[in-house]
């Protein structure tokens, strides 16, 4: 299983940036999928995730500013971030729970990092 996210970069405070993240490989069922993330010097927090059945999660600091959607077929999740601050400004991390086979526990999974630069 590979999680494969895209889509950080440099932003303007207030601004706005799409994450993707795309889960490959042997899946045979997706129970969480989200993200994390880990600024300069700080530990790796969690911003909000997605179940399987859609209900959403979200870090309290991101609340009405982050949402975060999913397709179930393409298994890929997105984060859309609005009102960006620079304190938002991290390596952020896909991260997923997969089940691999139906007789399999689920698994935790990691995708590369991928920097968002929140400018003031």
């Known amino acids: 299983v590979q999680l494969q996210a895209s889509g950080g970069g440099l932003v303007q405070s207030e601004g706005s940036l799409r994450l993707s993240c795309a889960a490959s490989?042997?899946?045979?069922?997706?129970?969480?999928i989200g993200w994390y993330r880990q600024a300069p010097g700080k530990e790796r927090e969690v911003v909000g995730y997605i179940t399987s059945g859609g209900s959403t999660n979200y870090a309290d600091s991101v609340k009405g500013r982050f949402t975060i959607s999913r397709d179930n077929a393409k298994n890929t999740v997105w984060l859309q971030m609005d009102s960006l601050k620079p304190e938002d400004t991290a390596v952020y991390y896909c991260?997923?729970?997969?089940?691999?086979?139906?007789?399999?526990?689920?698994?935790?999974?990691w995708g590369q990092g991928t920097l968002v630069t929140v400018s003031s």
């Open positions: 991260n997923a729970r997969i089940r691999v086979s139906s007789s399999d526990p689920v698994a935790v999974y």
């Open positions: 490989g042997s899946i045979f069922s997706i129970v969480a």
